[in-house]
């Protein structure tokens, strides 16, 4: 079972650490999220069904651990996408560095503004981590609705 669990982690550690990192902006609460992901999943091991992937188990379980995160902090995530954004790096890095930087700030920022399920949509799809049928899957939905929901966010993001 251990070799089993080292095993899971290295094909779908990045993938939830990605989807933390999407949602957190933080890479240390991600990584600790991330085993915390680990963690859960093994103690609920027997409970796991298998009528989702492993990678959508996975994030449901990551997504549910970030807004237990987010509750401890007082904060709350919200329908309309209010969740909080990581505050700007203010260390002056060499010029493209910081313009590359504040084009990708820009975009989380973008993002973020985003109502929640849209915005996890596209964290889900910018980082690799879900299909279309794994995100429909993870919301209860068709992969068609992801699809559409995943492209109505797109073109809110591009009138921005």
């Keep these: 079972m251990k070799k089993e669990i080292e095993e899971y982690y290295e094909k779908y550690g990045a993938k939830v650490y990605a989807y933390l990192l999407g949602m957190s902006g933080d890479s240390d609460i991600s990584r600790e999220l991330t085993q915390e992901v680990f963690v859960r999943a093994i103690g609920s091991l027997s409970s796991y069904s298998g009528s989702c992937s492993v990678s959508t188990w996975l994030c449901s379980i990551a997504k549910n651990l970030w807004h237990s995160e987010l509750r401890r902090r007082g904060l709350h995530p919200s329908a309309d996408g209010d969740s909080p954004l990581p505050e700007a790096d203010t ?3 060499p010029d493209e560095a910081a313009e590359q930087r504040d084009s990708k700030m820009f975009v989380l920022r973008q ?8 915005k996890e949509i596209v964290l889900l799809r910018a980082t690799g981590a879900m299909s ?3 995100i429909g899957e993870l919301f209860g939905k068709t992969e068609n609705w992801a699809r559409v ?3 109505r966010a797109k ?3 591009r009138k921005e």
């Design 91 to 93: 260390s002056p890095p």
């Design 132 to 134: 279309f049928a794994e």
């Design 155 to 157: 073109q809110k993001l």
């Design 149 to 151: 929901t995943f492209y």
């Design 111 to 118: 993002v973020h503004s985003l109502p929640e399920t849209e």
